[in-house]
């Protein structure tokens, strides 16, 4: 299984923005999916995007044209850019990883916790 170590998270404005790095043990080059997901006290674990082997990209609505997911190969790592925060987004930040479109995800890390407030 490939473990996760998320890092990046803090407290930040509203409006403000943050980094999500996301080091895998192992390489990411041709899973079949990557995505970062959160989990808001009280609420379910939600996904907030993920980029497919193929190149797609999928966001949820609500951090449409304000976060973007990248990753680098190279670096087995993985990003979530996050800008115009909202206490919304208040939330631990995970990744995680499918080796197939009908896999189980990985064991997850510990997140890293992500607040916006002023």
């Known amino acids: 299984q490939v473990q996760f170590v998320e890092s990046g998270g803090g407290l930040v404005q509203p409006g403000g923005s943050l980094r999500l790095s996301c080091a895998a043990s192992?390489?990411?080059?041709?899973?079949?999916?990557v995505a970062w997901f959160r989990q808001a006290p009280g609420k379910d674990r939600e996904l907030v995007a993920q980029i497919l082997r193929s190149g797609s990209m999928r966001y949820l609505d609500s951090v449409k044209g304000r976060f973007t997911m990248s990753k680098d190969n190279a670096k087995n790592t993985m990003y979530l850019q996050m800008n115009s925060l909202t206490p919304e987004d208040t939330a631990v930040y995970y990744c995680n990883s499918r080796v197939g479109p009908y896999a189980d995800l990985q064991r997850w890390g510990s997140g890293t916790q992500v607040t916006v407030s002023s």
């Open positions: 192992g390489s990411i080059a041709n899973i079949y999916a």
